[in-house]
């Protein structure tokens, strides 16, 4: 019954998928957002949101039903723009993409560094790892497969061809592959906002969150830099990436005490703008 189930979600994101490669880019954007208002919270429960907000124990002068509006909205943009990440890819929505901190990325590429950037599922996250791979570094991007076998498929083809063409599943294959990626000179990019089996606990908005180590380990064992990157949805959209200026680790610093200085920084990211990041992941789940 699943995989039934799998095929008839498939058909429908295909039928949409149509319809937004037809209306444009900020018509399909926009569509999205109202789509993920009015049926996201089938699929996406707002009372979660709602609890993990509460939880993170944030200040906010926003009501918490419009926030999670939001956020679902926001899945429905970044849903409706996979059919675009092509054209952004080949500069042709150029104009909806302004960058800070490029400058990073150049003496990165010109120093020949290798770096370990990290990020959170904020707004149109996919364009994070292209715009570094268009930047000409040498990059590998770690990513979750969808429970969906039919729509992964399709994810995984764009993924490739648009967004970064060397692309590692998570899991234990996976940490072999970054480790190779890395000896050979290439750099990574990962998420580490999502809860991971083999994490370790540590304080994510004072409240303890099974938390990837990964970054952490590559930073001391590999030498490499660390570049958090933020992205923000500006007049619904248009993006503005902030690169950060690499943080040099000291080996000094043990393997959680690098992993909680992370979550500070993704908690200093998320606070930018509440409703910019997906708060469905069930992070403090035991």
């Known amino acids: 019954m699943k995989k039934i189930a799998y095929f008839l979600e498939?058909?429908?994101?295909?039928?949409?998928?149509?319809?937004?490669?037809?209306?444009?880019?900020?018509?399909?954007?926009?569509?999205?957002?109202?789509?993920?208002?009015?049926?996201?919270?089938?699929?996406?429960s707002k009372?979660?949101?709602?609890?993990?907000?509460?939880?993170?124990?944030?200040?906010?002068?926003?009501?918490?039903?419009?926030?999670?509006?939001n956020v679902l909205g926001n899945y429905g943009r970044i849903f409706a723009e996979y059919v675009y990440l092509?054209?952004?890819?080949?500069?042709?929505?150029?104009?909806?993409v302004s960058i800070d901190g490029l400058e990073h990325l150049e003496n990165l590429k010109n120093n020949n560094k290798k770096a370990v950037f990290i990020s959170g599922h904020f707004n149109n996250f996919e364009l994070m790892a292209m715009e570094i791979e268009k930047a000409g570094i040498d990059l590998a991007a770690i990513y979750r497969p969808l429970n969906n076998i039919f729509l992964n498929?399709?994810?995984?083809?764009?993924?490739?061809?648009n967004i970064c063409k060397n692309q590692i599943k998570k899991g234990r294959a996976g940490s072999r592959e970054i480790i190779k990626n890395l000896t050979e000179g290439k750099s990574i990019a990962l998420m580490i906002d999502q809860r991971v089996r083999e994490g370790e606990k540590v304080k994510f908005f004072n409240n303890l969150a099974t938390t990837t180590t990964i970054p952490a380990q590559l930073v001391r064992k590999y030498n490499c830099e660390l570049v958090?990157?933020?992205?923000?949805?500006?007049k619904s959209n248009y993006f503005k990436i902030y690169i950060?200026?690499?943080?040099?680790?000291?080996?000094?610093?043990?393997?959680?005490?690098?992993?909680?200085?992370?979550?500070?920084?993704?908690?200093?990211?998320?606070?930018?703008?509440?409703?910019?990041?997906?708060?469905?992941h069930d992070r403090w789940k035991s």
């Open 10 to 44: 498939f058909i429908l994101i295909k039928i949409l998928f149509l319809l937004f490669q037809l209306i444009g880019y900020r018509l399909s954007s926009d569509l999205g957002f109202f789509i993920g208002r009015t049926i996201g919270p089938i699929f996406k």
């Open 47 to 69: 009372k979660i949101i709602i609890q993990n907000i509460k939880k993170a124990n944030i200040k906010h002068s926003d009501n918490l039903s419009q926030i999670a509006s």
């Open 86 to 96: 092509k054209k952004f890819r080949n500069d042709e929505l150029k104009k909806y």
């Open 153 to 161: 498929k399709t994810m995984e083809q764009i993924r490739k061809e």
């Open 228 to 234: 958090p990157i933020y992205i923000e949805r500006k």
């Open 244 to 280: 950060s200026k690499p943080i040099k680790v000291s080996k000094t610093k043990s393997v959680l005490e690098i992993t909680e200085f992370l979550n500070q920084v993704l908690e200093k990211m998320i606070l930018k703008n509440v409703d910019q990041w997906i708060w469905t």
